[in-house]
């Protein structure tokens, strides 16, 4: 399931993959004149559930606004991106198989 909204200079994507591992990964991204904005990317896998946002809460982070969440914890991030987060699933995922299909 996938929907882009297009405004002027303005695109906003909503997306949820179900990759080969059981896992699920929920993105949303908001561009501005092709620059990613806005992002969240939940990430769940069993009892596991990790979220990368850069959402302006959270000021006593130092990386503020990007930070993680993993279960209940909140966490320092770097500005993520979808790259980057599949790099942290793959290095996350209970199995060495790709988490897509080629």
Do not use: C, Q
């Amino acid at each position: 399931m996938k929907e882009t909204i297009r405004l002027p200079n303005d695109e906003k994507l909503i997306a949820i993959a179900y990759l080969v591992d059981s896992s699920v990964l929920h993105i949303r991204e908001r561009y501005n004149e092709g620059e990613l904005i806005k992002y969240s990317y939940h990430f769940m896998k069993g009892n596991k559930v990790i979220r990368w946002d850069n959402v302006p809460h959270h000021k006593e982070i130092s990386t503020y606004p990007h930070h993680k969440h993993e279960n209940d914890k909140v966490k320092e991030s770097t500005k993520m991106d979808i790259d980057r987060v599949l790099e942290e699933i793959e290095n996350f995922s209970f199995t060495k198989k790709p988490l897509l299909k080629k």
